[in-house]
Nanobody, 125 residues
Framework: QVQLVESGGGLVQAGGSVRLSCAASGRTYSTYAVAWFRQAPEKEREFVAAVSWAGSRTYYADSMKGRFTISRDNVKNTVYLQMNSLKPEDTAVYYC??????????????????WGQGTQITVSS
């Protein structure tokens, strides 16, 4: 079992930046990839980005490339999502998720076994 807790959400102005954190606990000695998803009101949860176990490989949804950066620190058991040039349409609940194994390019919700509770990002115009 891996427990995930997100933090860093809040209200930010359009054009601003924010960094989300996802702290993992539990079975953190295992190999697992981590991803960020987001869910806007009345929309399906969508993939944002994922990072491999070692942190050396990343994968992004096309619409997120260039503005968002995912990274991880395995010493701290934490994964980050740096979001820049935020837009009102980035408003959503952001979730981190983990899946056992080395594959880091999984983009479907069902590909992930463990989820955090989510953190709200609201971008004001």
């Amino acid at each position: 079992q891996v427990q995930l807790v997100e933090s860093g959400g809040g209200l930010v102005q359009a054009g601003g930046s924010v960094r989300l954190s996802c702290a993992a606990s539990g079975r953190t000695y295992s190999t697992y990839a981590v991803a960020w998803f987001r869910q806007a009101p009345e929309k399906e949860r969508e993939f944002v980005a994922a990072v491999s176990w070692a942190g050396s490989r990343t994968y992004y949804a096309d619409s997120m490339k260039g503005r968002f950066t995912i990274s991880r620190d395995n010493v701290k058991n934490t994964v980050y999502l740096q979001m820049n040039s935020l837009k009102p349409e980035d408003t959503a609940v952001y979730y981190c998720a983990a899946r056992m194994g080395t594959s880091y390019s999984a983009t479907y919700v069902d590909d992930y076994n463990y989820w955090g509770q989510g953190t709200q990002i609201t971008v004001s115009s």
